[in-house]
């Protein structure tokens, strides 16, 4: 079956060091998206990736797509308090038309402590 | 932003009843939502595909007399867990698409259900 895996389940930096978490797939995926979830809250869409290879930054955040589109990663530079939460890759198999109507996949997190 | 609304956000049930929940979109048509459900540090798990006007579509293992899922309006679906037990107690979280650029999902705020 479809099945995403995140490593590592856990971590914990002091406030200033670099973040990543990686996210494999054991086949080829559509497109992947990725979210964060705050304690008690709701996931949060950050990114979405689509092309082989494609990296997107967003300010500190920077994402990878593999080439075989297979895996990504997350990569937070100088982490800080308000980064604290879980990130989750999503993945997308077959492309339908139009897209609002293709499921997500949820890979078993990475969550993030931060210590000031 | 697109904003979709869920309610309740928590209720406590006997053993044995039923329990509904909604999931709004508010400022967008969603022909399609998608139903998951949270244990306590886990992932988020997809229960089924809600489609406006026809039968959801459930993930395998998932009982569809259990879950029953109506999505009568483009703006509107519900899920109500049927003679609902202490197992059934978990956080369940609704997402459509609002296809408003990004091909982001957007989350509803989640129902916390307490099953006693």
């Known amino acids: 079956g479809q099945q995403v895996m995140q490593i590592p389940q856990y971590q914990h930096v002091q406030e200033g060091e670099d973040f990543t978490t990686y996210c494999n797939s054991s086949?080829?995926?559509?497109?992947i998206q990725w979210y964060k979830q705050r304690p008690g809250g709701h996931p949060v869409f950050l990114i979405q990736?689509?092309?082989?290879?494609e990296v997107k930054k967003q300010k500190r955040l920077t994402f990878q797509f593999g080439e075989a589109k297979k895996n990504s990663s997350l990569h937070i530079t100088a982490t800080q308090t308000t980064d604290v939460g879980t990130y989750f890759c999503?993945?997308?198999?077959?492309?339908?038309?139009?897209?609002?109507?293709?499921?997500?996949?949820f890979g078993t997190g990475t969550l993030l402590a931060v210590q000031p | 932003g697109a904003v979709v609304s869920q309610h309740p956000s928590w209720v406590i049930c006997k053993s044995g009843t039923s329990v509904k929940i909604e999931c709004r979109s508010l400022?967008?048509?969603?022909?399609?939502m998608f139903w998951y459900r949270q244990f306590p540090k886990q992932s988020l798990m997809l229960m089924a595909t809600?489609?406006?006007?026809?039968?959801?579509?459930?993930e395998q293992g998932v009982e569809k007399d259990k879950f029953l899922i109506n999505h009568a309006s483009l703006t509107l679906s519900t899920l109500t867990v049927t003679s609902a037990h202490p197992e059934d107690s978990s956080f369940y979280i609704c997402?459509?698409?609002?296809?408003?650029?990004?091909?982001?999902?957007?989350f509803g705020s989640g129902t916390r259900l307490t099953v006693v």
């Open positions: 999503a993945g997308v198999w077959g492309l339908n038309y139009g897209g609002a109507t293709n499921k997500l996949i």
């Open positions: 086949t080829t995926l559509s497109n």
């Open positions: 990736l689509v092309k082989s290879g």
């Open positions: 400022d967008f048509q969603a022909t399609t």
């Open positions: 997402s459509a698409n609002p296809r408003t650029g990004g091909d982001g999902y957007t």
């Open positions: 809600s489609n406006e006007g026809s039968k959801a579509t459930y």
